[in-house]
């Protein structure tokens, strides 16, 4: 029962998404206007949330980077979001630099990405199959199982779940876990 219910809920927010996502601006951290949904190539969209501050998500970084490298080639576009107003342009600057981040980056100050995807702590993902007014939310969750709670980590994971989705979306198969439950700093603590 749980996991229908998840999965409605995924499918309503997919629906609402793909409704107003297209339009979507936010900026990045150098000030410039960015419709992250326009890109016309892509086969799949990551919003990876992120935190200057969150140790969990800093860990990721190398696992983000890397998993931004393996898909990036397949279609899919990677962006880390900042949400908040309180994270300022040159403390995501200086985070990107910091963690040798390439990804491109957003600024989420009024938490519409937040919104849109559903989201509540850092690191977590939303993904995004298809493109503007067509991309639908088709998971949203941890990276993966290696945080099993707060204070208690596995050397490594035993479940891949961004990779999971991923290659459910490149290839044309529907996600069998749309959503899953991060571990993380609370979004919501954010002004």
């Known amino acids: 029962?749980?996991?229908?219910?998840?999965?409605?809920?995924?499918?309503i927010l997919g629906f609402i998404a793909a409704s107003s996502s297209g339009q979507l601006e936010l900026r990045s951290p150098d000030g410039q206007l960015v419709r992250p949904f326009?890109?016309?190539?892509a086969t799949a969209t990551v919003f990876v949330?992120?935190?200057t501050d969150c140790p969990i998500s800093n860990r990721y970084a190398p696992e983000i980077e890397r998993l931004s490298e393996k898909y990036r080639t397949r279609g899919v576009h990677f962006w880390l979001v900042y949400p908040g107003r309180t994270v300022s342009p040159g403390s995501i600057q200086a985070h990107l630099r910091e963690y040798s981040y390439t990804l491109p980056a957003l600024q989420d100050s009024e938490k519409k990405l937040v919104k849109l995807t559903g989201v509540q702590v850092t690191p977590e993902v939303a993904v995004?199959?298809?493109?503007g007014d067509q991309a639908r939310l088709v998971y949203h969750g941890r990276i993966d199982d290696r945080v099993e709670d707060f204070g208690k980590a596995r050397q490594a994971p035993s479940t891949h779940d961004l990779e999971e989705a991923l290659d459910a979306v490149l290839e044309g198969r529907p996600v069998r876990t749309p959503v899953t439950r991060a571990i993380g700093c609370f979004i919501a603590d954010l002004e």
């Open 1 to 11: 029962m749980n996991r229908l219910r998840l999965t409605l809920a995924v499918s």
């Open 38 to 41: 326009s890109k016309s190539d």
């Open 49 to 51: 949330f992120v935190r």
């Open 128 to 131: 995004y199959a298809g493109t």
